[in-house]
């Protein structure tokens, strides 16, 4: 089975520009979230999309906006770049939205991460 | 609020000593908790995770963790260390009210000398 694959790995961007990442989930899976990793941080929530629509938002501006196929990938976008928001961003996938007690729903398989740099 | 503490954020140990990283937790239902570990450049990967039952929990590399629900500890573990052990190591705790995500803790970067 393929696992989560994100692209570009590494992308480099001036302040007020708009940025567009990919995320491919793995095989199977239906759902994909977001997470923002700052430097020396641990991941964030950004939000999640379910059956193509956002399903959740953490505690990130509407700036941050995203897609989610019907082949189940998905795409976050970031307009108006701040250089706060230079950081590894995180994909991860699962299998339904998370409900159901121990199931394989509430793992998530995280990707490689593109890591965006705000000049 | 919910939140994940890791209080120590460097660990250093020999190759070949025993390891336990802390990981506490704030959060009012029973948890669905998880270790990840995180190399260079690399991406999360699941060390094991615990949902129910035994509190004692073993998972890939060596690694086991205990979960006591008294001390809202989820501790990893590993009793010999290796040099390709060194990264960082992030508890998690997924959340099962509203949307399902998980909240992450800060981290512990591990140190092995050889």
């Known amino acids: 089975e393929t696992g989560v694959t994100q692209s570009p790995t590494h992308l480099i961007k001036t302040r007020g520009q708009q940025v567009t990442l990919r995320c491919s989930s793995q095989?199977?899976?239906?759902?994909v979230s977001w997470y923002q990793q700052a430097l020396g941080q641990g991941p964030q929530f950004i939000f999640q999309?379910?059956?193509?629509?956002?399903?959740g938002r953490g505690n990130f501006p509407p700036r941050f906006s995203g897609l989610q196929f019907p082949n189940y990938s998905s795409e976050l976008n970031v307009n108006a770049l701040e250089l706060d928001d230079s950081a590894l961003y995180l994909c991860?996938?699962?299998?339904?939205?998370?409900?159901?007690?121990?199931?394989?729903?509430?793992?998530?398989?995280f990707g490689a991460g593109s890591r965006l740099t705000v000049l | 609020a919910q939140s994940v503490t890791q209080p120590d954020i460097h660990i250093t140990v020999s190759e070949g000593a025993s390891l336990e990283l802390r990981c506490n937790y704030s959060?009012?239902?029973?948890?669905?908790l998880f270790w990840y570990v995180q190399s260079p450049g690399q991406g999360l990967q699941l060390l094991l995770k615990?949902?129910?039952?035994?509190?004692l929990v073993q998972g890939i590399k060596g690694f086991e963790a205990e979960f006591k629900r008294s001390q809202s500890s989820f501790n990893l573990r590993k009793p010999s260390v290796h040099w390709s052990d060194a990264a960082e190591y992030f508890c998690?705790?997924?959340?099962?009210?509203?949307?399902?995500?998980?909240?992450f803790g800060t981290g512990t970067r591990l140190k092995v000398l050889a």
């Open positions: 095989s199977g899976h239906n759902t």
């Open positions: 615990y949902f129910s039952g035994d509190t």
């Open positions: 991860a996938s699962s299998l339904g939205s998370g409900a159901g007690r121990g199931s394989g729903a509430n793992v998530l398989t």
């Open positions: 998690a705790v997924g959340l099962t009210s509203g949307t399902y995500k998980y909240i």
């Open positions: 959060y009012g239902a029973t948890p669905y």
């Open positions: 999309y379910y059956r193509e629509e956002e399903n």
